[in-house]
């Protein structure tokens, strides 16, 4: 398939993301939080639940992995990218290796793994993605983030989208504007705009097709900390005014990423941008979807505990928590719709 194809199959179709594609490191944090043992068995158990969940093809399209997921298998020997296929789902790799300080930049980060990336890339796709993710992370204050920041980090992810359209991977950006301090809405604004025009000048300099790709950014939003938190509407109004401002029309989607929302808020803010245009606001040139890990996984987790006996449970849990981000893509989520599915 095309690249312009493999996008398209992700995030035009009414489906979103799963990704779950969290670091060693960060899932067994998360294990060990609940009680969970934290095992390569522990986790390939846990990823087996989500991949074989039944009916999740009809709201995913596509899920986001790490390596070590690419390579697992399940108690009957089927490896986890074959089970997504068989539920319509795309397997894609996370390719980064993280964040390092920014040198002369206290305070701020540029993500690694160039180095060799061609050569994994197309490793990959022999293992059968069809996409991958890097991300880029950016913090908020009255200083940051640094014009050597935001040039520093769009150059490796147009770097990144460059190398990944050549192995044939439709490539997901995903510059990420944190959440964490006590800026406005308005700063976060300004600046996700601005990181946004940075990342498309340089992937324009790249040469990367833009139907080819997929852009996962952050919403707009005041900071955690930030004693002015901003109603539904103005997270609406912000988000699209700065996507309409910063992002080309011919980009395959939007796949926004769920940050440090809760469950509830990410489905309910999605569901508001999607239904603007419903309600006579701009109409977006794009398809705008979901990419979440935590805000799909969380509930599900907890109610696993590890514990096989728990698998359906856990499963029909993040079914409905899938059903509630598709009946966001049309504007069609209502608060309670989780409560009413567990009845």
Known sequence: MTLQTVARNLVGRGKGLLAMDESTGTCNRRFAALGIAQTESARCAWRTLLVTTPGLGACIGGAILVDETMRQRDAQGVSLVKRLGEAGIIAGIKVDRGTVDLALHPGEWVTEGLDGLRERLQGYAGLGAGFAKWRAVLAVSDAFPSHACLQANAATLARYAALCQEAGLVPIVAPEVLMEGSHSLQRCRDVTQ?????????????????????????????????????????????TLGCLLASVPADVAGIAFLSGGQSDAQASERLNAINAASRDGGPRPPWPMVFSYGRALQREAMAVWHGDPKHVARAQHVLRVRAMCNHAALTGDYEAGMEDRAAA
């Open 194 to 238: 601005t990181v946004l025009l940075a990342v498309f000048a340089a992937l324009h300099t790249r040469g990367v097709a833009m139907d080819g790709m997929i852009l996962k950014p952050n919403m707009v939003l005041a900071g955690l900390d930030c004693p002015e938190q901003p109603d539904l509407a103005d997270v609406t109004t912000a």
